[in-house]
Every structure is written in structure tokens, then in C-alpha cells.
């Protein structure tokens, strides 16, 4: 059946529902939504004009078509108009309701010119590249809009999945509707993006972006937009597979895959879309460095990452600058943190904290700053621990807390951020068994671990992240001198590390505790003391 004005009245009355925080009760935007929507296609709006109308009118204070009130109504619109200030979900409402009609202006001006069918794609591209680049960033910031969030990338994802099922397709429409399921898999679960924890969503969005790119280097060749595309994708697909399918090697095949792609554009088409998408390659192929614990490949791509920075155009936005220099003083870090080298990391961390908090007060509530301010502070506290700094590492630890709580106001079913909170958690239990409160820290462990086995029920995961959190259970009970605990949560610990390593998906980050967990699993056995057991790495 062919698409009707009547018809997507219906679904844009839909999609505004779907937008209205939950619990708003505006009566006037309730009728508009009731009308748009309604039953029977007779007592819809007959034109968008008309709801656009309608909701233009409710933006301005005045009455509206939809709710047929009186001279009472009429005048209580007139006199709300010239109130100082408005209540919150009054001011919510007509953010959203605003949000909107800039999508619904989008809307209007391809709705008339649909003579052809290329004209619908164009239309439903406008739509689904608002609402997942434009509305869903001025969501990200305001606490309590996961619902929406998660709401607008489903909207948007079933109009692109229109979009990539067509053939004729134009190659300026395959390359937005690759860019937009790029952009849609980050939010649904590429792992050093804030993320929903949709990892196969976001792979099937990463295969159909491909598909999309595949088809216009047959129908048209190559250039440097469509080599972005795809080195975007496949970075992201690299960190999907990294964090969520512990493929470190399917990982670097596709991210070598990615700088060959990005290596193959001419350099003099090599200009500031190209140079952002070897950004996003260099964050990916930190995250491997990292998990795979190999820190000189990490200082040879943080000294390039480093020297790229001067290569972008001049007119670029400051923070950016900033950004990168953070990220590069985060994974120096890690390199220090990973080698013992110096002060096991310890300055580029407090530098990458530092500098992630200047960013976020420019741009306040960021959320992304907040998470990975989060993680140095986090891996902070790990490198002044090693580093015999206690005090610095408590207060490290504290921070890290504090940040993850901020953004867990902002977002509390961001998966990224309930992964920090994870490991901050059990970083507070250890800073409480490095200052000797051991009963407290074992209450504080034994809680991350059941958080650990409902999360691993949830995701139905291989159970790396409860073996780490059941290792480092034993640990703080070696500290205290419990044999039983050590010794209960060690061989558990050890069970679950060598089913996952039989599947070839352990990490050299655990790999590295295997022998001496294993070597005092043999020590329990024997029956030996907590005396005799060796320090798990080192």
C-alpha cells in the first residue's frame, strides 16, 4: 500500500508519544498526540501542516486545535503566555515538542515534493539522521532520558533499515544511510563509546553500514568519504569485537583492514573527514593495545597520535586538541602501568584526568568526558596503589567514584557507565584492604561479584569480567588472612579462566595472572597457609 499523508500523520503522532517524558500529563500536547494518532483515520490532522500547526501553537502558548476548548481555555493559554517562568515538565515538554517541529520542518519540505520514490528515502533519511545525530545529543546530557534515548535509536534504526534494504539507492543516499548505521551502533554497543550493551544490534548495524559502503565502491568506486565510512565501521567493529566477543585476533585483523583502507586514499584527498576517521582508528587500536598488553606498540601509536594532532586544519575547535592530548597522556599511562616502568603510569594519569576535567567544565555534564575522566582517575588509583602512594590513591579512587556518579545521573542504564561502576566498586574494596579495613573490603567485593553473576545472566556472557572480580575476592582475603574465602573464590576463579581460555577468547590482560593463580590453587590444595601464597602478578 502506498504511503499517505493520513499514514504518517499516524506515525508521527506515534513517534511524538514515544518522545513525551514519561509522566508528562500536558493536557495540550495529549490531545495533539491523540489526534495525530487516532483510530480512525477521520479523526486524525488531514494535513502534517495542520499538526505542525497545532504544535507550533502549543510551543507559543496558544490554544490549540486538537484540544476544541472554550473561551476559558483561550484565555488561560493568554495568560500562561505572559508567565516569568514556567514549571519543569511544562519546559520539558516544550523542549521536546520543539525538538520536534524541527524535525516535522524537515519532514514538511520533502513531504511535498514526493512525486517520486527517491523522494520518500530522502525524507526518511532526514528523519532518521535527526533523530540520531541532532535530538539524541541534546538528550544525552539531560538526566533521565535513557528511555527516550533508547526509544529514538530504535526509531531511527528501523527507518535505515528502509534505507539499506533499497537497490537503487543513489550514492550520496547509501553513504548517509552508512554514516547513520554507523552512528547507530555506537549508541546501541561499541564499547569505548557511552553504550546501550546492545553488541549484536551493534554488529548487525556495522554489517549493513558495510553492505551499504560495498555497493557504491561497485556502482561508483571508491573516493575518501566512502574510505572513512569504512574505516569508521571498521574500528567500531574491532572494539565490538574486542569488549564484547574477546576476539582480540578478529579485532586486529579488521582494524588492519582499516589503516590499509585509510592508507589507500591519495594525500591529496586526505583532508579533515579522513583525519577523523584515523582518530577513531588510533582509539580502537589503543583498546587492543591495552587488553593485549603490549605497551611499546602503545607508545609507538600514542607518539603517532601525537604527532597527528598538528596536522589538522587550523580552524579546529580547540577542545578537540585537548581531547586528544588526554586520551594520549590516558594510554602513555597505560603503558607505564602495564611495563612498571617509572611511576607505573601515575603523572599521565593525573595529566589525562586533568585535562578531561578541563574539557568538561567548558562543555559541563559532557558525558563522555565524564567517562573517561572516570577511567584515569580509576587507573590512577591502580598506578599510585603500585606506585606505594596511598593517600594520592584513595583520593583517586574517591573521584573516580564521583564521577561515575554524575554520570550514572545522567544515564543509568548506559552500559558503559555501569562497567565503570563495576570496577570502581571493586577498586574502593581493594583501596579499603590497602588501608587494612578487611572486613569492610570483603563486604564491598562480595557485592561486586553478585553484581558481576546478574550482569553475566543478563548478557548471557562468557564470564571473564566474574572470574577477575572472584580473583581479586581471593586476593583482599589473602590480605586478611581468610583461607577459606582465598582459597573458595581462587579455584572458582581458576575454573571459569580456563574454560574461557579452552575457547580461545581469555585476554593477555588475564592471561597474565594464570600462573600464579594457579600456582596457589595447587598451594590450597595442599592444604598450605595464606602465608605461602605468591602475589598474583609481579
Given at each position: ?26 493536557a ?9 494518532s ?72 520533502a ?25 539524541n ?13 533508547a ?5 531511527a534504526?528501523?527507518h ?42 551493534a554488529?548487525?548495524?556495522?554489517t ?26 571498521l ?31 591519495p ?14 582508528l ?31 586544519p587550523a ?6 586538541d585537548?581531547t ?195 600456582g ?19
Amino acid at each position: 500500500m502506498a504511503p499517505t499523508t493520513l499514514a504518517d500523520v499516524y506515525s508521527l503522532g506515534r513517534l511524538l508519544g514515544v518522545m513525551l517524558p514519561a509522566g508528562d500529563n500536558n493536557a495540550d500536547l495529549r490531545a495533539i498526540i491523540a489526534r495525530a494518532s487516532a483510530t480512525d483515520p477521520a479523526d486524525r490532522y488531514q494535513t502534517v501542516d495542520a499538526m505542525a500547526d497545532d504544535i507550533r501553537a502549543f510551543r507559543g502558548g496558544f490554544a490549540v486545535q486538537a484540544r476544541q476548548g472554550g473561551r476559558s481555555y483561550i484565555a488561560g493559554r493568554f495568560i500562561a503566555r505572559h508567565r516569568k517562568a514556567l514549571i519543569a515538565a511544562a519546559a520539558a515538554a516544550a523542549l521536546l515538542a520543539g525538538a520536534f517541529v524541527i524535525s516535522l520542518s524537515s519532514y514538511l519540505s520533502a513531504e511535498r515534493a514526493r512525486a517520486a520514490e527517491v523522494q520518500r528515502f530522502t525524507e526518511l533519511r532526514s528523519l532518521a539522521g535527526y533523530l540520531l545525530f541532532d535530538l539524541n545529543g541534546r538528550l544525552e546530557r539531560i538526566p533521565g532520558n535513557t528511555q527516550a534515548r533508547a526509544a529514538l535509536a530504535a526509531e531511527a534504526q528501523q527507518h535505515l533499515n528502509r534505507l539499506a534494504k533499497t537497490n537503487d539507492a543513489d550514492r550520496a543516499l547509501r553513504l548517509e544511510t552508512a554514516n547513520g548505521l554507523i552512528k547507530l551502533a555506537e549508541i546501541q554497543g561499541v564499547g569505548n563509546y557511552r553504550n546501550l550493551g546492545y553488541a549484536r544490534q551493534a554488529k548487525e548495524s556495522l554489517t549493513a553500514a558495510e553492505a551499504q559502503l560495498d555497493a557504491i565502491v561497485t556502482a561508483h568506486g571508491a573516493d575518501s568519504a566512502v574510505a572513512g565510512a569504512y574505516v569508521r565501521a571498521l574500528s567500531h567493529r574491532a572494539v565490538v569485537q574486542l569488549h564484547a566477543d574477546k576476539n582480540a585476533p578478529g579485532a586486529e585483523a579488521s582494524l588492519n583492514r582499516a589503516s590499509r583502507t585509510l592508507n589507500n586514499v591519495p594525500k591529496n584527498l586526505r583532508g579533515a573527514e579522513w583525519m577523523d576517521a584515523r582518530r577513531v582508528l588510533r582509539r580502537a587500536q589503543f583498546e587492543l593495545l591495552d587488553l593485549e598488553e603490549r605497551p611499546n606498540a602503545l607508545r609507538r601509536i600514542a607518539s603517532l597520535a601525537s604527532a597527528e594532532i598538528g596536522q589538522w586544519p587550523a580552524n579546529r575547535p580547540e577542545t578537540a586538541d585537548q581531547t586528544d592530548r588526554a586520551y594520549i597522556a590516558y594510554y602513555r599511562g597505560i603503558a607505564d602501568y602495564v611495563s612498571g616502568t617509572r611511576d607505573h603510569g601515575t603523572a599521565y594519569f593525573l595529566s589525562a584526568l586533568a585535562g578531561f576535567k578541563a574539557i568538561e567544565q567548558k562543555e559541563k555534564n559532557d558525558p563522555q568526558m565524564l567517562y573517561i575522566a572516570g577511567w584515569s582517575a580509576y587507573m590512577g588509583f591502580a598506578a599510585a596503589a603500585e606506585a606505594k602512594q596511598q593517600a594520592r590513591s584513595s583520593a583517586l579512587i574517591a573521584e573516580a567514584d564521583s564521577l561515575v556518579r554524575r554520570l550514572l545521573f545522567i544515564d543509568d542504564q548506559d552500559d558503559s557507565a555501569l562497567v565503570l561502576s563495576r570496577d570502581i566498586g571493586e577498586a574502593l574494596a581493594q583501596d579499603l584492604a590497602n588501608r587494612g579495613h578487611f572486613a569492610e573490603a570483603i563486604a564491598a567485593q562480595r557485592t561486586v561479584v553478585e553484581n558481576a553473576k546478574a550482569y553475566l545472566v543478563r548478557w548471557k556472557g562468557i564470564g571473564i569480567d566474574l572470574a577477575y572480580n572472584e580473583l581479586i575476592l581471593g586476593d583482599i582475603a589473602r590480605k586478611a588472612g581468610n583461607r577459606s574465602l582465598t582459597c573458595e573464590s581462587w579455584i572458582s576463579a581458576e575454573k571459569r579462566f580456563t574454560r574461557i581460555e579452552a575457547s580461545g577468547k581469555l585476554l593477555e590482560f588475564h592471561k597474565a595472572y594464570l600462573p600464579a593463580l594457579r600456582g596457589n590453587v595447587g598451594l590450597c590444595v595442599q592444604g598450605a597457609a595464606t602465608t605461602r601464597f605468591k602475589p598474583l602478578r609481579g
